[in-house]
C-alpha cells in the first residue's frame, strides 16, 4: 500500500520524538557527576578507585561533555558518533545475521539498521545545526528514503521522556530504538531500501556464522553511505554551515 506524504511524515516525526531524547541522554547524561571531573587538572595522577577510572574512561573516549569533547572540532565531534555509537548499534544490528539466511524471515537486523541510520544521521545533523524538527523530518526522509517531504502536514508527536538513569533508563533507551526499528519498518517497505552494503558483503549474510563478521562489515558500509548522504543533504540545504 502506497503511503502518502502526511503518513510518511507521521512516521519519521515519531522517530525524532524519540531519537531526539536518546542522543540527549548520551551527550548529556551524567548521574554521577564524572564529566565534570574531567575538567579536573592532572586527571593522570588521581588515585586509583572505581570512580576514577570510570572517569578516565570517558576522557580516553572523548565522550560528550567530558574536556577531551570540548577540544574536538564540528566534524570531529559529528565523526565521533559515527565511530563510537554507532560502531556499538551496529554489533546489535549484525548480531542476527550469525544464524544466517533465516533471518531473512523474521529481519529483525534490518529494522535494527534502519533504527541505527535515523540515529546516526540525526546525530551528526544535530552537530552541524540541524535540530528543528521540521529540518529534521526533511532529511530523514530524503536520505534514507530518497522521498522529499515537508513536515507541515503532520501533527508534531509527543517528545519521548526518559526516567534519569539506572537500569530504568537503559531499559527505556533500547525500548525507544526498538520502537524507532519497528515505525520505520513500514517505510522501508514502502519506499524502498535505506542506503544498504555493496551487494557481495550482502549475499554473505546468508551464511551461517560468516553472516554475522559480514552483516556487520556491510552495515558499517551502509552507515557511512547514510551519514555521507546527510552531509551532503546539510550542504545542499544549509550552505552556510561548514561541513
Known amino acids: 500500500m502506497a503511503l502518502n506524504d502526511a503518513q510518511i511524515v507521521t512516521i519519521l516525526d515519531r522517530t525524532v520524538a524519540v531519537a531526539d531524547p536518546i542522543l540527549d541522554v548520551l551527550a548529556h547524561s551524567d548521574p554521577f557527576d564524572l564529566k565534570r571531573r574531567t575538567h579536573a587538572r592532572l586527571l593522570d595522577r588521581l588515585p586509583l578507585s572505581p570512580g576514577n577510572a570510570a572517569v578516565a574512561a570517558l576522557q580516553a573516549a572523548d565522550w560528550p561533555g567530558t574536556a577531551g569533547w570540548d577540544a574536538l572540532s564540528m566534524n570531529q565531534r559529528a565523526d565521533w558518533w559515527v565511530d563510537r555509537i554507532g560502531a556499538v548499534n551496529t554489533v546489535a544490528v549484525a548480531f542476527p545475521s550469525m544464524f544466517g539466511a533465516w533471518t531473512r524471515k523474521v529481519p529483525i537486523g534490518a529494522f535494527l539498521g534502519a533504527a541505527s541510520q535515523a540515529l546516526m544521521v540525526l ?9 528543528d524538527r521540521a529540518e529534521q523530518i526533511a532529511m530523514l526522509g530524503s536520505v534514507l528514503f530518497g522521498r522529499e ?87 545542499d540545504h544549509r550552505a552556510a554551515i561548514d561541513v
Open 149 to 235: 517531504v515537508s513536515a507541515a502536514c503532520a501533527k508534531p508527536a509527543v517528545r519521548q521522556e526518559f526516567p534519569e538513569g539506572g537500569s530504568a533508563l537503559a531499559k527505556a533507551v533500547l525500548k525507544g530504538l526498538w520502537d524507532i526499528a519497528w515505525g520505520l519498518r513500514s517505510l522501508d517497505k514502502a519506499l524502498g531500501a535505506r542506503p544498504q552494503a555493496p551487494r557481495l558483503i550482502s549475499s554473505l549474510m546468508w551464511l551461517p556464522i560468516v553472516g554475522g563478521p559480514a552483516a556487520y562489515l556491510g552495515e558499517r558500509v551502509a552507515l557511512c553511505r547514510a551519514v555521507g548522504a546527510s552531509r551532503q543533504w546539510i550542504v
Open 123 to 131: 546525530a551528526v545533523g544535530r552537530e552541524y545545526g540541524v535540530v
